[in-house]
């Protein structure tokens, strides 16, 4: 069976409210790092490998590469294996649904966040939060699969939570792991997980920049330079080092949309040291910044076919409306070769995130042609420690082969959210909604924290343990499991300091997968899998509650979600095209779910979520000219419980059918052609068998975009993105009670010049 060498991926502003990892954890990590640096300088050169094999090369933080430039880069669409050290094995070997969306493709899409990257993946739900919540509507939230993934989003395999737009500018691709995944990545849902791979430097030196302008006067710059420093001898320690800076400047409107604003300014540095030799250590430090004038979207009336509603009306206000977010992230990891088939890493990372907003509400348009208007302000921090260890042993039990991956991992979250008050006038009459005045009169203007805040925080400690086992040449089997204890506290003040909460909750939760593989060629597999995920009280968003029925009681148990799925994985035309098809069927028992006919109570006992589904996908080169990557899937979802109302009922914010397409052919002359299309069936708002009158659901939709490459030099050139070709008038995403909704990208164009060197 063909293997390859798995590799890894490679501010404090109220100091009194937040709590830190002790000092003596932060030591302790310092410690081992430069233990680990120390041992590196004394090894000046590689060991040899094995000849004839490929698997025998000491395990590197991978150097990246640079897949734009090389036309005929078979990899350009068609990542071969995963950033995860928890995954030995390729893509094309792995039992599981796995979908990487390559850097080429992000590029040549102009896609420059990660909601506008996940567009590629179907079944993926874009959500606008609740009436006009400054808290649920911002950043990166959407469902998958049937299931919340908001609160599962990864940097580098570390949980990076907060309310913030996951901007582009320094990731190598982006990894969609589906199902229950909870052996990865601990508590969770039956949706999956997203991570996104950063940029890590390199041996081979590039400076690369990019100049971009799109329809609403917005540019953009972004500029990624890798430098080897060369700090000692070929092939030692200091000899593997380099330095890699990328960084972004954003500022300007958004296309469609009256008055609203996105500017944003970010620096990712990196060193690396060791590449090429048995200890590669790199730092990592990003901070990014996000000053914009927030969009609260259009009444859904717009949606029904009021076309006296103009699609770029702004009901927000421009003097006072306001989104400040700010994310700093650093950490260290170090991957050591004890010997060619035993691997040791530490990862270790600290990110803090902080928003504060206030923006102007609104509900939807009524008879009199009126729209209710309501200021709302919201501030929010979250922080997180991670510590992770893991090593990676390969080894022979007579004629089976093994990859053994164990690990242990601590983590420590926290989110403080104070309260705001002060925004404004806190209901504004009932105006005109068809000419809204985005200078409307606010009053009493000024955000102020009046004392009350609410604050949870997470410990959690974790081991894991997988094993894939190749039997001969023909299967494999895996397995793993993770043991995790965590601990919840919650704690909410009233604005005259009195406690009113003190909740908490501890235990643990076992999640575990198992695969069966077989190789009915060399060029593909047909594979059985299972998984299984644990999501224990406050899990979502730290919060907890001592009410009966209560979703978030410290008293529920944790919900149990299972994942049964069989596949198929092909590669073709030299192994350039991967192919993949799955059915699946995901089951979420012992669940809390919102009744929807009381609301504020919680249904609980025998119910279930259920989702049946198909999924295929295409990824690679049919021809050294031609690229594609799609995607499909079809979901089948179900609220059981005989006993209620919503028996029967589909899942809320689940497509039916959908789909994703990006094709490019490069012809002689340096110019390429590109293209894509999206579909997305109707989605219920509500899990009910009696939807409400206020937009139940949102429509289905096609979206086709257009794109235009030509290389004037091999260091230089141009690229026009247009979007929505027809210029649909969609929903990018619908608020919970129907009122409003964010409108998708209407026909505008993007035109990016592209520098190398």
């Not at 009256?258 to 990592?284: C, Q």
């Not at 899937?633 to 009922?649: I, K, R």
């Amino acid at each position: 069976m063909k293997k390859y060498e798995q590799t890894q991926q490679g501010v404090e502003t109220n100091p009194e409210s937040l709590r830190k990892p002790s000092i003596a954890t932060l030591a302790l990590v310092n410690v081992i790092m430069l233990a680990g640096a120390g041992a590196a300088q004394a090894q000046t050169n590689t060991p040899p490998a094995v000849a004839g094999s490929s698997t025998n090369a000491p395990t590197k933080l991978p150097d990246v590469v640079i897949t734009g430039e090389k036309t005929k880069d078979e990899t350009a669409y068609k990542p071969e294996q995963v950033a995860n050290p928890k995954y030995t094995t390729p893509l094309v070997d792995t039992a599981q649904t796995i979908t990487v969306i390559p850097k080429a493709v992000i590029e040549q899409q102009g896609a420059t966040t990660l909601s506008e990257i996940m567009r590629n993946i179907p079944g993926v739900t874009m959500l606008a939060g609740e009436g006009g919540g400054a808290s649920s509507s911002a950043g990166d939230t959407f469902f998958m699969r049937g299931f919340d993934a908001s609160n599962n989003i990864f940097v580098d395999g570390v949980r990076n939570q907060g309310l913030i737009t996951r901007d582009a500018f320094n990731l190598e691709a982006v990894e969609v792991f589906k199902g229950p995944t909870g052996s990865d990545t601990g508590r969770g849902n039956g949706s999956g997980y997203v991570n996104i791979v950063t940029k890590s430097p390199a041996l081979e030196p590039f400076y690369r920049a990019s100049l971009g302008y799109n329809s609403a006067d917005n540019t953009r710059f972004t500029a990624d330079v890798n430098q080897p420093l060369q700090l000692g001898e070929k092939d030692t320690w200091l000899g593997g080092s380099a330095l890699r800076l990328n960084g972004l400047v954003q500022g300007g409107g958004v296309a469609g949309r009256d008055y609203v604003e996105r500017n944003s300014w970010g620096i990712s540095p990196s060193l690396a040291l060791g590449l090429g030799t048995p200890t590669r250590v790199v730092f990592t430090s990003t901070y990014t910044e996000q000053d914009n004038i927030p969009d609260y979207g259009l009444p859904t009336a717009t949606l029904n076919g009021n076309s006296g509603i103009d699609r770029e009306n702004y009901y927000g206000n421009v003097l006072y409306d306001f989104e400040e977010v700010s994310q700093f992230s650093a950490g260290g990891r170090i991957e050591h070769d004890l010997s060619d088939s035993f691997t040791l890493r530490n990862n270790t990372v600290y990110t803090e995130t902080h928003r504060l907003a206030v923006i102007t509400g609104l509900g939807n348009i009524n008879a009199a042609g009126q729209v209710a208007r309501m200021r709302q302000a919201n501030e929010r921090y979250n922080k997180i420690f991670s510590n992770q260890t893991s090593g990676t042993i390969k080894f022979d039990t007579g004629p089976l082969e093994h990859a053994v991956v164990t690990g242990l991992e601590y983590t420590w979250e926290e989110q403080y959210t104070p309260t705001v008050i002060g925004a404004g006038t806190a209901a504004v009459t009932p105006f005109d909604g068809y000419n809204p005045d985005p200078y409307y009169d606010v009053t009493g203007y000024g955000p102020v924290r009046n004392g009350a805040y609410s604050r949870g925080s997470t410990d959690t400690v974790a081991l894991y343990l997988f094993d894939t086992i190749d039997i001969g040449e023909r299967w494999q089997v895996n397995g793993g499991v993770r043991w995790e204890h965590y601990a919840t506290h919650f704690t909410s003040v009233d604005a005259t300091q009195a406690v009113t909460a003190d909740l908490g909750a501890d235990g643990h939760i076992l999640s575990s997968k198992a695969g069966l593989l077989f190789k009915p060629a060399s060029n593909g597999s047909t594979y059985f899998g299972f998984g299984r995920t644990m999501t224990p009280p406050g899990s979502a968003n730290f919060n907890l509650s001592g009410a009966a029925g209560n979703v978030n009681n410290a008293s529920t148990d944790p919900q149990i979600a299972d994942n049964f799925e069989l596949g198929t994985k092909w590669e073709f035309f030299k192994e350039r095209l991967a192919v993949n098809a799955s059915v699946f069927r995901t089951i979420n028992h012992n669940i809390l779910t919102p009744d929807p006919l009381n609301v504020g109570s919680f249904i609980y006992d025998s119910r279930e979520q259920i989702v049946n589904g198909v999924e295929w996908g295409v990824a690679g080169r049919i021809t050294d000219e031609w690229q594609v990557f799609a995607n499909w899937s079809y979901l089948n979802t179900e609220f059981s419980d005989p006993a209620n109302a919503a028996n029967g009922a589909a899942i809320q914010w689940t497509p039916e059918f959908s789909m994703s397409l990006w094709t490019t052919y490069r012809l002689p002359f340096g110019l390429t052609l590109g293209g894509g299309a999206r579909y997305v069936s109707t989605i219920a708002r509500q899990t009910t068998n009696t939807p409400g009158a206020n937009m139940p659901e949102a429509p289905d939709y096609w979206v086709f975009d257009a794109m235009l490459q030509y290389d004037i030099t091999k260091n230089i050139n141009v690229r026009l993105n247009i979007y929505n070709l027809a210029d649909e008038l969609y929903s990018s995403s619908l608020n919970n009670n129907g009122g409003r909704f964010n409108p998708g990208t209407p026909r505008s164009a993007y035109l990016t010049a592209n520098f190398s060197f």
